[in-house]
């Protein structure tokens, strides 16, 4: 199966959310938040940007001064758990590439960033979810719905509370 920074993201945030992503099911684009998050993603370090495809992934790279970094812009920092992860997994298919990078969380709204890395610890985290992913998209059913504080501005909300 494939598995795609975003799948990583959702599988932190809601393994639900995932497994209406995984089948394809089309979430509101017209969500006030989506668009928002396109906008700022494509204004953000526009200069230096290169779009960079690594199997299904697909990274936002800058290289200063010598280094690769991955940059992962987000609209806030509410769901800042989940984005580290979706970084991690961004540095984690660069490292088994040979690339040694480091990763920026931005917060272009909020005027912050975060520097994020991988440990050991993370890449065990990972393989794990990995598998963890794969159980998930394979389900007949979506797993049960669970009352988070993020549902009411999530994409898919009314696939689980309407």
């Known amino acids: 199966m494939r598995i795609t920074g975003v799948m990583v993201q959702y599988y932190f945030t809601c393994k639900r959310e995932l497994w209406f992503f995984s089948r394809n099911l ?81 917060y272009p709204e909020e005027g912050k960033s975060e520097r994020v890395e991988l440990s050991e610890g993370d890449v065990e985290t990972l393989e794990k979810a990995f598998e963890d992913i794969e159980r998930v998209m394979s389900l007949d059913k979506p797993p049960k719905a669970e009352k988070k504080p993020y549902c009411r501005r999530c994409a898919y909300r009314d696939f689980c509370w309407v």
């Open 26 to 106: 089309n979430f509101d684009f017209e969500n006030d938040d989506m668009l928002i998050g396109r906008l700022i993603h494509g204004e953000s370090y526009e200069r230096d940007w290169k779009e960079v495809f690594l199997g299904d992934a697909r990274l936002d790279v800058v290289k200063r001064r010598g280094k690769v970094r991955v940059i992962e812009v987000k609209k806030s920092s509410k769901l800042e758990e989940p984005a580290k992860w979706q970084l991690k997994y961004y540095l984690y298919l660069l490292r088994n590439a040979g690339v040694k990078a480091e990763g920026i969380l931005s």
